[in-house]
């Protein structure tokens, strides 16, 4: 006993011998200008928090004017000043709240925010690497995405407001800076441009550091079948990104020289109180084409991520392998292939040849097949299992009946000929917010409850955590199921006054404010609980400790970040970093509850492959 | 306890899946992006082109030809750089470094001609659509070659500042981190270069 402790400690000094070449850390190097992954998921999963509180209230805001569209607020007027006079906000304002919702939602928070923080966190910790393929890029990416919301930020407190021409950006609204045409086509759209270009700079340098440090820098023993889905689902999410975004940085490009340069990409004859500008040539569709080119794998980009942390925590906590992990992997890359040839069915009533609108709802309704697929295996891998009703294992369940309930109206839009009647209508609203907002929005909660004791040694609190969980779940539904009844209702209207058969919706769409109302407050509860947590949080239990350093467990999980100790090392091991001798879903098999990925098979025993 | 590797010690445990160092894959991803940038102009232009009542055609000045050579040029001279660095031959390395600065700046001055003989016919860049894809693709380009030629003054500056320095060269043969990113660098150059030569066949092609 004794000469073994000395041989490991002599170990440890070797491995420790160089110390002197350590500088120590610094505050600003630690907390600031880190170049450690597990910060860096840390600084992006604040400051999407932050994004996600700012969406949030963006969307409580206009819903007051969509609930009680007659009722003044005088409250508002305090502290919006002119973009509320008399408690009322105003038309401009309600259009640059919808957009700015949609942007820092879509991009900030359910992209930047979600793959950001978990890829940074699980990448080096499971795949078993020290770190990032290049940790400085990886901290350039953080500081892109920092930027980009600084600019987007800063467009709120311009004088002509930020960005009111929709998420999606289309000219030609966007395509003139006149803002007597509208408001926040003026400096605040070119802040929209800028903003979004730092963010696409800041997803490619983060996705080809995931990519190459995916395929590269594995551990002993962990080949791509031994990968967890989490890493799978984020890899495949960097290639999306990669591949796409690209498109939206030409279109953005096109669309600012339009604006500044008075070229003609996307803008033609157009009259101006009556004054036809010197603009020929162009097409509004080239912008839709290279708009969703992005739009629609982005989707993905949003979905696949929360899909690998779902599948990930349901093996956990029902104790049970994932079901069918390889069908899982090849759906994930059908829906990679799939996601880059359906995007014009964002635009069936662009005047698209319908011929062509018949392959691009072919190729639509096929993306059904893998997602059903993953559906099953879901529910496959959580039956008969020894279900933990833990937070972070219901908010995984949600994800699974949200995805379902959300699919079923793609499937139902994706067909040309019914969509020219629910396009832009609030069936759409409906169909994208369940399916994508809120699914992805479970899957990063999921995520952050299972591995909140990864980045800070400490758990969230589970009675806060239930609540969060019950008022968002069905607070959810009771938001956008109704949508699905307000049957042509066309979704980005100031007020429907003016159209007296939308009358009827007037309850509805109270109650939906109400309970978007309830929700946000719940999503409260969630931020408080995290932040408490991590200074008040109950600690993660101490297993056992080598070397000084103490190692724990607390989900009994198989992969490899729990190897690493409690502490977060920068290196992430003290020593060498564990070899990997098994896949990652060794749950309740040969007797034992759960077998970590590190432990050599028994002689005689079959592994899973 | 804070220890902090360095990024070499952290690189240094890579495992050799695919042969290939991260960092070389990370950029090979990254070409694979530049890629879908220029795919998207360039397909925004046949979009554009096939809507014929929009599309005013013109012969593409023959400057972008020469440019066309410059560019190869770099190439070439870039390439011999790496090969001469590997044989430890500094001297060499950094004459051929400087022309190929001097090649890609001679392009960039090469597309700036292009484009004042196009506003010579009156092509500006408001004209007509087809002019300004031109311009807009052009620019885009330029922009990558100007980012690799502030890249390659860094080497040269580097190179020639230290060229008394034995010890410096030294490192040069014994620092696989230094060839790595010398390495990096060419990859790039090869690749924007290909990239001008297939832009050059496309433009070729299509404005006639
Ligand atoms: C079975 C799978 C799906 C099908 C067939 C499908 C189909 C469609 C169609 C046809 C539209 C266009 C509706 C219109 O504007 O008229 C649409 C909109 C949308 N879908 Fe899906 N979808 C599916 C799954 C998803 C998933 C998984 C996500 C996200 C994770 C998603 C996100 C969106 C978004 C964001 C929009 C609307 C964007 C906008 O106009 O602002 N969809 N979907
Ligand atoms: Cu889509």
Not at chain 1, 362 to 390: D, M, Q
Request: net charge neutral; aromatic share 16%; hydrophobic share 50%.
């Amino acid at each position: 006993m004794e000469t073994a402790t000395a041989a490991h400690t002599d170990h440890h000094a070797d491995v420790h011998g160089h110390e002197e070449h350590h500088h120590e850390e610094t505050f600003l190097t630690k907390y600031i200008f880190s170049q450690d992954h597990k910060m860096i998921s840390k600084q992006f999963l604040i400051t999407g928090i932050f994004w996600g509180i700012v969406g949030g209230l963006l969307s409580v805001l206009f819903r007051l004017q969509l609930g009680w569209p007659n009722e003044t607020f005088p409250f508002l007027e305090s502290f919006l000043g002119k973009w509320a006079e008399g408690g009322k906000i105003s038309q401009e304002f309600y259009y640059a709240l919808v957009t700015m919702h949609g942007t820092i939602l879509v991009f900030f928070v359910l992209t930047g925010g979600l793959s950001g923080t978990f890829a940074n966190l699980l990448i080096p910790y499971q795949v078993g690497s020290r770190d990032m393929a290049s940790p400085f890029i990886n901290m350039l990416s953080y500081w892109f995405f920092l930027g980009a919301g600084v600019v987007m930020f800063f467009s709120f407190f311009i004088q002509t407001g930020p960005a009111s021409g929709g998420w999606t950006a289309y000219p030609p609204i966007n395509g003139l800076r006149d803002t007597a045409v509208n408001l926040g086509s003026g400096l605040g759209f070119d802040l929209w441009i800028l903003g979004m270009t730092l963010f696409i700079v800041s997803a490619l340098l983060g996705g080809l550091n995931y990519i190459a440090t995916v395929l590269n820098m594995r551990t002993k023993g962990m080949n791509m079948f031994r990968l967890p889905l989490t890493i799978w689902a984020l890899m495949f999410t960097a290639v999306i990104g990669v591949l796409s975004f690209p498109a939206l940085l030409a279109g953005c490009v096109l669309l600012e020289f339009d604006r500044l340069l008075d070229t003609s990409f996307y803008l033609n004859n157009i009259i101006i109180n009556g004054n036809l500008l010197g603009y020929k040539g162009g097409s509004p569709i080239l912008f839709q084409h290279l708009f969703w080119f992005l739009g629609h794998p982005e989707v993905y980009i949003i979905i696949l991520p929360a899909m690998g942390l779902v599948s990930e925590v349901l093996s956990t906590h029902s104790r049970k392998p994932v079901f069918g992990y390889k069908a899982m992997v090849f759906s994930i890359l059908a829906i990679l292939v799939l996601s880059f040839i359906v995007w014009a069915h964002h635009m069936f009533v662009t005047g698209l040849n319908p011929n062509l609108g018949a392959i691009f709802t072919l190729f639509t309704l096929l993306i059904a097949i893998p997602s059903a697929i993953k559906v099953f295996n879901w529910i496959g891998t959580v039956w008969r299992g020894k279900v933990r009703l833990s937070t972070a294992n219901l908010f995984a369940i949600g994800f699974v009946s949200m995805f379902i309930s959300g699919g079923l109206t793609g499937i139902i839009l994706g067909n040309s000929a019914i969509d020219i009647q629910l396009h832009d209508t609030m069936f759409v609203v409906a169909h994208f917010h369940i399916v994508m907002g809120v699914s992805a929005f479970f899957g990063m909660f999921a995520g952050v409850y299972n591995w909140f004791p990864r980045l800070y040694g400490r758990y969230m609190n589970e009675t806060l955590g239930l609540i969060h969980f019950y008022v968002t779940l069905i607070g959810a539904y009771a938001i956008f199921f109704p949508m699905h009844f307000m049957t042509g209702l066309p979704r980005r209207y100031y007020t429907y006054a003016n159209f007296e058969t939308f009358n009827n919706f007037n309850f509805l769409a109270e109650f939906i404010s109400i309970a978007a109302i309830i929700v946000f407050l719940g999503q409260v509860l969630f931020v408080i609980n995290f932040f408490y947590s991590i200074f008040k949080g109950r600690r993660v239990e101490v297993e056992k400790t080598v070397d000084g350093y103490d190692y724990g467990n607390p989900w009994g999980t198989t992969t490899l970040e729990w190897s690493s100790p409690i502490e977060r090392l920068h290196g992430n091991w003290p020593g060498d970093i564990p070899a990997v001798h098994r896949w990652p879903y060794d749950y309740s098999v040969n007797g034992r509850e759960y077998i970590p990925q590190t432990e050599a098979l028994k002689p005689g025993e079959v592994p899973h492959e | 306890m804070n220890v902090t590797l360095t990024e070499k010690e952290i690189l240094q445990e890579k495992t050799e899946y695919t042969g290939v160092h991260p960092q070389k894959f990370a950029l090979w991803i990254a070409m694979a992006s530049m890629t879908m940038f220029f795919a998207a102009l360039t397909s925004a232009l046949l979009v554009k082109k096939g809507d014929y009542r929009s599309w005013e055609g013109f012969t593409l000045p023959t400057v972008f030809l020469f440019s066309t050579f410059a560019v190869i040029g770099v190439s070439v001279c870039i390439h011999a750089a790496l090969l001469s660095y590997r044989k430890s031959k500094f001297a060499q390395f950094r004459w051929l470094m400087f022309f190929s600065f001097l090649l890609g700046c001679l392009f960039l001055m090469l597309q700036l001609k292009g484009w004042s003989v196009l506003q010579a016919v009156g092509m500006t860049l408001t004209e007509n659509l087809s002019g300004s894809f031109l311009y807009v693709i052009t620019a885009a380009h330029g922009v990558h070659i100007a980012v690799g030629l502030l890249v390659m003054l860094v080497f040269i500056v580097n190179a020639f500042k230290n060229r008394k320095d034995p010890i410096y060269e030294l490192r040069d043969i014994i620092n696989p981190k230094r060839q790595l990113h010398l390495e990096l660098l060419v990859s790039f150059w090869h690749y924007i270069d290909a990239v001008w030569v297939y832009l050059y066949i496309f433009f070729f092609l299509n404005y006639r």
